[in-house]
């Protein structure tokens, strides 16, 4: 049986790490200090962006890679992590019927809806839009901010 994202989200094996960068990245120099952060994290950084605005997922991890003195901060691990946030927060939803974080308002590099978002882009698009956000056509199915 799969494991459900709140299970995830607080799984006390996932601590903040600041690892350094191996050798041929493009991420940044060789062993400049790489933050790999958590679930956790994520999920309360993401609750925190107030209605009727949004972030990128771009601008969270420049905020993590400084909060933990980090050059950088992981892009592989935090667009898991969101996932996991995002997911936990419907799973919430679904068991208290109440709105705990609004993780559609964290989206991807240059505004572009997350492909892996629960109930997919479609849905974080209305969201988005119940909002009072304008999304822009991104190719023949695909929406940005």
């Known amino acids: 049986m799969a494991r459900a994202a709140l299970d995830y989200l607080n799984d006390p094996k996932y601590v903040v790490q600041?690892?350094?960068?191996?050798?041929?990245?493009?991420?940044g120099p060789e062993g400049a200090p790489m933050v790999i952060s958590t679930p956790r994290e994520i999920y309360d950084l993401?609750?925190?962006?107030?209605?009727?605005?949004?972030?990128?997922?771009?601008?969270?991890?420049?905020?993590?890679?400084?909060?933990?003195?980090?050059?950088?901060?992981?892009?592989?691990?935090?667009?898991?992590?969101?996932?996991i946030a995002s997911k936990a927060a419907e799973e919430l939803r679904e068991q208290t019927g109440e709105v705990g974080m609004a993780?559609?308002?964290?989206?991807k590099k240059a505004g572009a809806?997350?492909?892996?978002?629960?109930?997919g882009p479609e849905n974080q698009k209305k969201l988005l839009e119940a909002e009072g956000h304008e999304l822009l056509p991104k190719g023949k199915k695909n929406f940005k901010l």
């Open 46 to 83: 993401m609750a925190r962006v107030p209605e009727g605005q949004f972030m990128l997922a771009d601008d969270l991890r420049d905020y993590l890679a400084k909060k933990h003195d980090g050059f950088v901060t992981c892009p592989l691990t935090t667009g898991i992590f969101m996932n």
């Open 113 to 119: 809806l997350n492909e892996k978002a629960p109930g």
């Open 18 to 27: 600041v690892n350094p960068l191996p050798a041929g990245t493009h991420w």
């Open 103 to 107: 993780w559609w308002r964290t989206v």
